[in-house]
Structures are given as structure tokens and as C-alpha cells.
């Protein structure tokens, strides 16, 4: 099966230039799970941190650090295009990725927590369940990812992608292509909630191909930092959407 990570199709034309089939070590499921399980602790931990210092922040000073988002959401971009262009150094750039989206979204938790009490841990808990679930329902054969399948996330994560730009750009002229409040805007946020789910069905498949192509071992953290990406942006819709049932 083909794969849709431009960076497997990179390795895989260039097959004879590594070790495939040879004695070195290539990349493992456990290798994958333990360090998708570390990247995920780190950026739990540093985004509880950096929520906690958003509260007190908003609480003593009146003021959101708008710091340190912008600067977490700037260089984890940096950060991420490395890792996506260059899958080599991935054993490096995916934990800064992680420490970094951890700063992001724990600052972005605090100013959701501060307006919806107890918000952020239904929203944890619920990318969780969504998570396990679309593992079993990709494990057991359930969801198979078929070519018409990957073609049909891909153009919905492009379509979302092209809509968030318009939508950013819009609102520097006071308007909004998305509504943030009605009926409207929960169906928008529960469709990208859906391929953002589905989306994990494409990392956990690619992880699986990277094992069975052979692939070096660095994929194991660049998977890793794939899957952690689709998981935080998860658990940002998930998030707003949560919000927008509170208004």
C-alpha cells in the first residue's frame, strides 16, 4: 500500500542508499509507541506548566503572556518544518516540537480554563477516548485505509487548511468566514473534529508501513512527532468545540 507521508515516498525512492534488509535496525512499533508515549508526557507536562502560568499570570496581572503562545506557536512552526523536510533530524526536532506545542497549548488551556471552568480536562480526557478508539477501530480492520480514504482526508485537511487561512485573513478586516457562535459553528467544528480523527488513522498506518518498508530509525521519532501533531490539533477542536456548547 502507498503510502501519503511525502517523506516514506523521499525514503522509498531512494531505497538503495540505506541499509533495507540489511543488519542495522530499522524502525519498531514499540520503538514508535514509546517515544510517540514520551513526546505526548512532554508536552503534557510542559502544557500543564505553561497553563498554570497563564492562570496566575490572568490573575495577578490582568494580562495574558501573549508571549508566550506567540513565541511557542512561531518557533514550533520553525521547529515542525524542519522535522517534515528533513526526517533525519527528527530525534531532536520532534521533543523542541513537543516542549514547544506544550507551551502553545497550555497557554491556550489557561485562557479556555479561566472562561470555561474544568473545560481543559473534558477536552483531555475526550482526545483520549478518540484517540484508543480510532486505534481499535484501525487495529481490528474496522476503518481501512484505502487510497480513496487517504484522498479524501488529505483534501478535507487541505480544504480546513486553505478556510483557517481565509478565515485569518478575513478577520484582520473585522470579518469571519466561520462563525464563532451557533448551530453554524458547532457543525463546522464537529466536521473538523471527525477528520481530524480520521487523520490518526493515516498515522498509525504509516507507522505500520514504515516498519514493514524497513525504514531507518530515525522514523520512529519523525512518526512519532507525525502522530503528536495530529493529536494536538485534536485536542484543540475538541476544545473549541466544547466552548462553543458552553456559549
Given at each position: 500500500m502507498q503510502s501519503s507521508n511525502p517523506a516514506?515516498?523521499?525514503?522509498?525512492?531512494n531505497a538503495g542508499v540505506y541499509n533495507f534488509g540489511g543488519t542495522e535496525a530499522g524502525a519498531t512499533i514499540s520503538g514508535t509507541t514509546t517515544k510517540s508515549i514520551v513526546l505526548v508526557a512532554l508536552t503534557l507536562i510542559i502544557g500543564y506548566f505553561a497553563m498554570n502560568y497563564t492562570i496566575n499570570s490572568v490573575y495577578t496581572t490582568g494580562q495574558v503572556p501573549n508571549g508566550l503562545m506567540l513565541g511557542s506557536v512561531i518557533l514550533g512552526f520553525i521547529v515542525a518544518l524542519v522535522t517534515i523536510f528533513k526526517p533525519t533530524a527528527a530525534p531532536i526536532t520532534a521533543p523542541i516540537y513537543a516542549v514547544l506545542e506544550g507551551g502553545a497549548l497550555g497557554s491556550l488551556s489557561g485562557i479556555f480554563e479561566i472562561k470555561y471552568p474544568g473545560i481543559v480536562s473534558t477536552a483531555v480526557m475526550s482526545t483520549f477516548v478518540v484517540v484508543m478508539t480510532m486505534l481499535a477501530l484501525w487495529k481490528f480492520k474496522i476503518i481501512v485505509p484505502t487510497q480513496r480514504f487517504r484522498s479524501i482526508i488529505t483534501g478535507a485537511i487541505g480544504g480546513i487548511c486553505v478556510l483557517y487561512i481565509a478565515n485569518m485573513i478575513f478577520s484582520l478586516f473585522g470579518a469571519n468566514l466561520i462563525p464563532q457562535t451557533g448551530p453554524i459553528s458547532i457543525i463546522v467544528s464537529l466536521v473538523v473534529c471527525t477528520v481530524a480523527a480520521f487523520s490518526l488513522v493515516l498515522d498509525f498506518e504509516n507507522i505500520q508501513v514504515s516498519v514493514d518498508e524497513g525504514l531507518p530509525k530515525y522514523f520512529e521519532y519523525?512518526?512519532?512527532?507525525?502522530?503528536?501533531?495530529?493529536?494536538?490539533w485534536l485536542y484543540v477542536e475538541i476544545l473549541k468545540l466544547l466552548s462553543k456548547r458552553e456559549n
Open positions: 516514506i515516498s523521499v525514503i522509498r525512492k519523525y512518526n512519532a512527532f507525525s502522530l503528536l501533531v495530529t493529536i494536538c
